[in-house]
């Protein structure tokens, strides 16, 4: 169930989408399409800052993932009510893209490849929870483009994101 990012990057990266239910940077799915995207880059930079915060006052030669340390029981059963996404650009950011990208694949069912511009995958979300539980049938993760308009059409069974 994990994914990477290899391709025209400086660092090949692994995603584990099982972890990201409690990441701060996880947003509804439904809230993902009905904020705007100001309202959702504001949050996932508050959080991010926080987390940096955090991270520097227990790591400070290492930085981790923004994750939040004290839930409590009912907030982790709501959790794990809830169907969630999480924004793209954090990871390829980490990856930093080769300065010369300016498209990436979708390896889909370990063999087809869905191209878009590398703009549309920085801006859009993984869908990596359906009702608190991981995508096992057609995961591990699911591309939904920002645009609203697109939000009933997810590109399914992503195995692989190639930075071309």
């Known amino acids: 169930m994990i994914v990477p990012i290899l391709g025209n990057v400086t660092y090949s990266i692994t995603l584990d989408p099982s972890v990201w239910i409690f990441d701060d940077r996880k947003v509804e799915l ?3 399409f009905d904020q705007s ?6 949050e996932i930079e508050i959080s991010r800052k ?3 915060r955090w991270n520097k006052a227990l790591h400070p030669q290492h930085s981790k993932p ?16 809830r169907t969630y996404v999480i924004p793209v650009r954090d990871f390829i950011e980490s990856a930093e893209p080769g300065q010369n990208a300016t498209e990436a694949a979708l390896v889909i069912n370990g063999s087809e490849d869905f191209i878009l511009p ?8 993984l869908l990596f929870s359906r009702e608190g539980k991981p995508l096992k049938e057609d995961g591990p993760v699911h591309f939904y483009y920002s645009d ?13 994101i ?3």
């Open 30 to 32: 439904d809230k993902a």
């Open 37 to 42: 995207k100001a309202a959702i880059e504001e």
């Open 50 to 52: 926080a987390a940096e």
């Open 66 to 81: 923004p994750v939040n340390p004290n839930i409590s029981r009912a907030e982790g059963k709501e959790i794990l009510k």
């Open 118 to 125: 590398l703009t549309d995958l920085r801006e859009g979300f």
């Open 148 to 160: 609203p308009t697109k939000s009933d059409q997810p590109i399914k069974n992503v195995l692989k």
């Open 162 to 164: 190639k930075i071309l």
